[in-house]
């Protein structure tokens, strides 16, 4: 009997597919030669203008020019960088730059993350008409709204301070990632948050308690698209810092390197390599939160 049914579940066991063949495999691998092949060249001229500010970095002045388009130097000048650092300031350019950075990050995830929980957890008269406008504030160019922030800055006292740049700046990241905010929590189970309830949670314990520990990879995403905004943003601190050279940014400093009649090519690609090796850092250590996060607002 044991024999018996050891046969049958022999016989009705599935078979293991048979592998494919090494040469159809090698086919399928040259049919996807080309295909690489188109990849690698096109990713080599996505990054060329990159590898070629690096390479240009170090290059002596007669060197940028004789070499054109060339990425290798013929003679290594790393004084580029000091002249950058020293003559163009980009010392105190820099530290103006982390911290106007940083305190937008942080008021932009304070503001945003509460934001987007209370859009996401409640319910009023009107919220499907509020959410559209505050969308479409999204489609509105900068130049249209600039004029009466700058009249706003100026009577509240605080033209060509670090403040004002702060605050226009957070204000100009408050929607979009408040969006990504309430579709993370959206995605969130609500059975988290109704035992809570039933412990006697009030509606802010949940969200400082519950929500906010959860919310780590959204966190990341926002302060990792945030900050490459507030890093490279050229408009705001040109025109709130006009009058005090002094509290330029870094992407208002490089014009530092462009004269009247003549530009410091060198020093203005050592400036750029300055100026993204903090943005590259940042998002190699906060990639993986990045993508995890974009893939939660979106799933909701």
Sequence with gaps: MQTTSIGRAQRTAPRPRPR???FKKRLRDWKMLPVHL?????????????????????????DFFDRGLNILPG???WD????????????????????????VVFLV???????GYSLSRTTFPGKGLVLGLIALTLFLPHGY?????FDLITQLGLLNTLGSVIIVETAGGVVFSTFLFMGYFSSIAKEIEDAARVDGASFHQR???????????????????TFIGSWNN???????????PELRTLAVGMFAFVGQNTIDWTSLAAGSVITLAPIILVFVLLQRYFINGVAGAVKS
């Design 20 to 22: 494919p063949s090494s």
């Design 38 to 62: 188109f990849l690698l060249v096109g990713g080599f001229f996505w990054i060329y203008p990159f590898l070629w500010m690096l390479g240009s970095s170090v290059k002596t002045t007669k």
């Design 207 to 225: 969200f400082w308690m519950i929500m906010l520990p959860l919310s780590g990879p959204i966190i990341a995403t926002v302060a990792l698209m």
């Design 234 to 244: 050229f408009f705001v601190p040109l025109v709130f810092t006009l009058g005090v």
């Design 109 to 115: 995830i304070l503001v945003t993350a509460m934001a």
């Design 75 to 77: 003679e290594v000048a």
């Design 80 to 103: 580029n960088y000091i002249r950058a650092w020293n003559d163009g300031n980009f010392g105190q350019y820099f530290i103006n730059t982390i911290v106007v950075s940083i305190c």
């Design 145 to 149: 709204t600039i004029i009466p922030i």
